[in-house]
């Protein structure tokens, strides 16, 4: 591999690597708004112009490769940020100062240059601006919104359209000074991916309908998590203020959904809002529901499950949002009570697909984690009961002890003829974070800790095995399922009495093939390949932390 030394650093890069990915080897920063690691190359935005020994001029560090040994670059030096200096000048003559009412503020690369690389005063006449009338606030489709006077045609937008959704929809009109982006006739922004426009945009041209002067970003507190829209498992950043959500942006892991997600994902996380919570553990006393304390709860689903005697039937159904850990734990709950019956509940819906460096991945499940939660063990034994017999059949009829635990409550659950096949079991157990008709019916409810409440770790529809930690605890009166499991799992065997979610996943690992060899706090950054094998099939490791060009 050919070496190149930037500002006496010397690095080893693949041939043909550019400037500007050579210097972040290297720690070095070279500021930029046209390039995209994942897009064309169009270096019209002249930001990331650098001084290179043998040329005269300087070149741009996007469009220069890296083809030989002895490539000499200099960032830091007066040339160079006399030309940075003079970009930036020539962006902000028309730019409108409206940072304090702007969405971007708080990550704009604009803001951010210009105090680096700017200067602290302008020497162009305000009154003098070109502006585009009219074109302030205008919805390019259901998700996006074009403030053109911000726009600094950087063309990320018109690249992400015609190379990663593959619709483009947008373009650039007129000529000169007076270009602008716009949806061609006919069209709008419509397509599965139109909200990562907004991610691309280095500016606060395109914002989000749904965000826009919903919160200050330096208010948001950001944690690494993973989407539960469907079973892709997009790696995402859960932004939230005080436990309220204020949106999810997609976080890089190119084993997965790259740079991207889609819009279906970016809104899932409005049904903690619009769902109502339980918020106290529930015990059922003749035809009426009271509150109880923890202690009194656990209590009576183990009292009712040793009421159930010998012979009798008892099942446990668990659902594709659970995470590995909680369906492990029902599994093995299970399998203390004796029973055959263990099941993953799961529904098919409308095919995802999110492009990535490996030809991109599909999910076509309503759950993050059907398969996770069968390689834990909940899973239909040869005899046992299946899904239809308890949705649709007398299965239900015939159980002593049923309990489902339902990470998220899906439709069967709030079908009222599914509810009343399932009440008729004669003890039923309702582990769930949202009220539902089904937890209306139940013996005894257990409030659970919704998706960004807990950590633990999901299977996408990959294979990929991947973790993620709580972004904030559950309100009060709420418990993780991990914990609330293990509660129940410690009254047949006090040995597991008061572990986290990492001893419990080590013992899974421990326990079943499909895991072996790994840990819960080791587990690579874009996750790790599983199967039945349980080897290591893939999984490269990085920092999920990184940040969007």
């Known amino acids: 591999m050919p070496t190149v030394t930037i500002d006496g650093r010397e690095v080893e890069v693949e041939v043909g690597a550019n400037l500007i990915e050579a210097a972040k080897q290297v720690g070095i920063q070279i500021p930029h708004y046209c390039y995209h690691p994942r ?37 830091d030096v007066p040339e160079v940020q006399e030309a940075q200096e003079g970009v930036m000048e020539f962006l902000l003559i028309n730019h409108p100062l409206d940072c304090p009412i702007c969405d971007q503020a708080g990550e704009c690369g604009l803001q951010d240059y210009s105090f680096k690389h700017g200067q602290a005063f302008s020497r162009f006449v305000f009154e003098e601006k070109r502006t585009y009338p009219g074109r302030e606030r205008i919805p390019l489709g259901p998700s996006v919104v074009l403030n053109m006077n911000r726009c600094i045609q950087c063309t990320r937008c018109i690249r992400f359209t ?25 069209k709008e922004l419509d397509n599965p991916l139109s909200g990562c426009v907004v991610d691309v945009c280095p500016v606060g041209a395109l914002t989000s309908s749904q965000f826009r002067f919903s919160e200050r970003v330096w208010y948001l507190d950001k944690k690494p998590s993973i989407c539960t829209g469907c079973d892709v498992g997009c790696n995402i950043t859960v932004e939230h203020r005080r436990g309220a959500i204020k949106r999810y942006k997609p976080r890089f892991n190119p084993e997965v959904n790259d740079y991207w997600m889609c819009d279906y994902g970016r809104q899932t996380f409005r049904r903690y809002s619009e769902l109502d919570r339980l918020g106290t553990a529930v015990v059922r006393e003749g035809d009426e529901q009271r509150a109880v304390s923890w202690d009194a709860a656990i209590d009576r689903v183990h009292q009712g499950l040793a009421e159930s005697g010998e012979g009798a039937e008892i099942a446990f159904v668990g659902s594709g949002f659970l995470t590995t850990e909680e369906a492990f734990l029902i599994a093995r709950l299970a399998e203390a009570a004796g029973s055959p019956h263990r099941l ?15 030809g991109g991945i599909s999910g076509s499940e309503t759950s993050p984690n059907r398969r996770g939660a069968e390689l834990a063990g909940l899973v239909a034994s040869e005899g046992g009961l299946t899904i239809d017999d308890l949705m649709r059949g007398d299965g239900a009829a015939r159980c002593d002890f049923l309990l489902i635990a339902d990470g998220d409550p899906g439709s069967p659950l709030h079908d009222n003829e599914t509810v009343a096949r399932l009440r008729q079991a004669r003890f039923l157990v309702v582990l769930a974070w949202a009220e539902s008709p089904l937890a209306a019916a139940a013996n005894v409810v257990l409030p659970a800790a919704t998706h960004p409440e807990k950590e633990g770790s999901y299977v996408n529809s990959n294979d990929r095995l991947q973790r993620f930690r709580a972004a904030f605890p559950p309100p009060a009166g709420v ?13 047949h065997d006090p040995d597991w009495k008061g572990l986290s979610t990492a001893q419990v996943f080590d013992r899974m690992a421990a326990t079943l093939p499909a895991f072996t060899g790994r840990t819960f706090d080791t587990l690579p950054a874009h996750g790790t390949l599983v199967g039945q094998a349980g080897a290591v099939i893939g999984g490269a490791e990085s920092n999920p932390e990184d940040a969007h060009p």
Do not use: W, Y
Request: charged share 20%.
């Open 344 to 358: 993953t509940c799961g529904e098919d819906g409308p095919t995802r697909t999110i492009p990535n460096p490996h």
């Open 479 to 491: 418990r993780p399922g991990v914990d609330i499991l293990l509660d129940l799992l410690s009254l």
């Open 39 to 75: 897009l064309s190359i169009v270096g019209q935005c002249r930001m990331c112009l650098v001084k290179i020994e043998g040329p005269p001029k300087l070149q741009t560090a996007c469009t220069t490769q890296v083809m030989k040994d002895g490539m000499v670059v200099h960032v």
């Open 162 to 186: 015609e190379e990663i959704s593959g619709t483009g929809e947008l373009g650039f009109f007129q000529r000169g000074a007076r270009t602008e982006i716009g949806v061609f006739p006919g």
